[in-house]
């Protein structure tokens, strides 16, 4: 069973555009949530987290957004850089619990 | 610093060979993890290490034997895989495991093939 889904396998987006990324989870008892980033062959990079507490974290060009009622978190970069091409990874846990991975979604940011 | 590392970078070894991946962390964490990935997907949890304990067992084939020394190093012992074990294996580390609002951080991953 999938508790966090990333519906959106691939995204493509223009240099200096804004990269929308999608996550929705099914769980209402996760607390936190993270965003990785990972390079082909390498591990996963933390990029950004909130608590559920919050509605938005920002970091830089990297900006997450929690709509808990709607189960759903997003991850805004803008603007967007080729070097921000990778797979993004969202990520719950619900405290005393493991981490629930998405499947991933594959941003190509074109130069 | 938030870096874990992890040895080999690559293994490539045959269904009878007996080899160990190797993970360490010296940011004071008191849990570590261990993860398999396949390509485009998720990674999927294995093994869980609280206080050098093991708390978590993913119901992993016993072909996979974790072993953590002490509080930074983490192996993973492997013995008599098959082909379809080959996979990234992923290393990780929090402050402890299950708190609140905790970060997992991950080492580069060794990438293993199994012929």
């Known amino acids: 069973d999938q508790q966090v889904k990333q519906n959106s396998p691939s995204l493509s987006v223009q240099e200096g555009r804004i990269s929308i990324l999608n996550c929705d989870y099914t769980?209402?008892?996760?607390?936190?949530f993270l965003w990785y980033k990972k390079y082909p062959a390498e591990g996963p990079t933390f990029l950004i987290s909130i608590s559920s507490i919050k509605d938005k974290n920002e970091d830089g060009r990297f900006t997450v957004f929690l709509n808990k009622s709607a189960k759903h978190l997003s991850l805004h970069i803008v603007p967007s850089q080729p070097g921000d091409s990778a797979v993004y990874f969202c990520a719950a846990s619900e405290t005393g619990n493991q981490f629930y991975f998405g499947t991933g979604t594959s941003l190509t940011v074109i130069p | 610093d938030t870096e874990v590392t992890q040895t080999p970078k690559h293994l490539v070894m045959g269904m009878t060979n007996k080899k160990s991946l190797k993970c360490e962390q010296h940011?004071?964490?008191?849990?570590m993890y261990w993860y398999k990935q396949k390509a485009k997907k998720p990674p999927e949890l294995m093994f869980v290490y609280s206080y050098e304990k093991l708390s978590i067992n993913e119901s992993v084939p016993s072909r996979f034997s974790p072993e953590c020394p002490n509080s930074s190093l983490l192996n993973l012992h492997l013995h008599a895989l098959q082909p379809e074990d080959s996979a990234l294996y992923l290393c990780?580390?929090?402050?402890?495991?299950?708190?609140?609002?905790?970060?997992?951080?991950f080492g580069p991953g060794t990438r293993l093939l199994v012929l």
């Open positions: 990780a580390s929090s402050q402890v495991s299950g708190g609140s609002q905790e970060t997992q951080y």
């Open positions: 940011m004071g964490h008191r849990a």
């Open positions: 769980n209402s008892m996760f607390d936190y």
